[in-house]
């Protein structure tokens, strides 16, 4: 997934994603570390539940900045996603709502786990599904 402009663009698969992506420069990430993270094979047995995180209609904003603007998404158990954005383009934001380390969430409608946040649960609770 890449959001970009403070919006979602449509979704890929990974052989496509890969095909859009710059490559890291060599600087960043050596070339064999890259193939090995690009190589991690996907694991579903985690959760048993369908959904593991959805966001409907979420906005963040800071001041005036809107980070966020009605966002909807739903991530389900057994997707591989990568995400990716300029700067400022709202991605460590919204791990901090599925990570559940923004305050602004609980004012959100955000589900982590088939579990609507805000229903009396601890930020311990959620992280230890």
């Not at 064999?32 to 985690?46: F, K, M, S």
Request: hydrophobic share 35%; proline share 5%.
């Amino acid at each position: 997934m890449e959001i970009k402009a403070r919006g979602v663009l449509p979704k890929l698969t990974r052989a496509e994603y890969k095909k859009r992506c710059h490559p890291v420069p060599s600087h960043v990430l050596e070339p064999e570390t890259e193939q090995a993270i690009l190589a991690l094979p996907e694991r579903v047995d985690n959760y048993r539940g369908s959904v593991v995180a959805k966001l409907n209609k979420v906005s963040i904003r800071y001041g005036t900045r809107t980070i966020l603007k009605n966002l909807c998404l739903t991530v389900r158990n057994g997707d591989c996603w990568a995400l990716g954005g300029e700067n400022g383009a709202g991605k460590s934001t919204f791990l901090s709502l599925i990570c559940v380390d923004n305050p602004q969430s609980y004012a959100c409608d955000v589900e982590l786990f088939e579990c609507p946040r805000g229903s009396g649960e601890s930020i311990w609770d959620i992280k230890s599904i």
